[in-house]
């Protein structure tokens, strides 16, 4: 009897990517050998003021993986969703959701967040992605507060989101400032 046709795996990643780092990408490539179909979700909180809009990190998105989708065969799609990642996770039809661990800390939190997303979809595992080592100092808020605070973000991010990301933090066209009249 001839094998049966095996079901596309699918799976989640999910983040805010505020901006897209070498880390995030050191986990989508990982994961991206791993399943045929991997969705990028970006999380979507109403209470947080990010840096890039959710139409920014979307295109940061695409340029970075379209690379990886290339090497890997891996269909990569990106959505953003609000709420719960394990909802989200279940929309997009995944089985497997991918999470990057940078060290302990991230392991404690991450185990925690598997168990409970594991009570409420028992179809869906939680696979966890140990960052690279020549990543896994690599922070996206660090990331943005080097940026914004005059460094230099390029050993942490891809050259175009390095452009992105400084002309987000010092704008070029900054207006001189209003004179204002004194009082007589």
Do not use: C, W
């Given at each position: 009897m001839p094998p049966l046709p095996r079901k596309p795996r699918s799976g989640f990643y999910s983040g805010s990517f505020d901006p897209v780092t070498l880390g995030h990408t050191d986990v989508i490539r990982r994961a991206a050998r791993l399943v045929d179909r991997l969705?990028?979700?970006?999380?979507?909180?109403?209470?947080?003021?990010?840096?890039?809009?959710?139409?920014?990190?979307?295109?940061?998105?695409?340029?970075?993986?379209?690379?990886?989708?290339?090497?890997?065969?891996?269909?990569?799609?990106?959505?953003?969703?609000?709420?719960?990642?394990?909802?989200?996770?279940?929309?997009?039809?995944?089985?497997?959701?991918?999470?990057?661990?940078?060290?302990?800390?991230?392991?404690?939190?991450?185990?925690?967040?598997?168990?409970?997303?594991?009570?409420?979809?028992?179809?869906?595992?939680?696979?966890?992605?140990?960052?690279?080592?020549n990543v896994r100092h690599i922070a996206a808020n660090l990331v943005r507060a080097v940026a914004t605070m005059g460094g230099d973000p390029s050993a942490f991010v891809s050259r175009a989101v390095a452009e992105m990301l400084m002309a987000k933090a010092h704008p070029v066209a900054a207006k001189p400032p209003k004179r204002h009249k004194s009082p007589r």
């Open positions: 969705v990028i979700g970006i999380g979507v909180n109403p209470g947080k003021s990010p840096l890039f809009s959710v139409a920014e990190r979307v295109a940061m998105l695409e340029a970075e993986t379209a690379p990886i989708a290339h090497e890997t065969g891996t269909t990569i799609e990106i959505a953003q969703f609000s709420g719960l990642a394990i909802d989200a996770s279940a929309a997009a039809g995944a089985t497997v959701i991918f999470r990057g661990l940078r060290d302990g800390t991230d392991f404690d939190y991450e185990m925690q967040m598997a168990g409970m997303n594991g009570e409420m979809a028992p179809g869906i595992e939680t696979v966890f992605v140990a960052a690279s080592p």
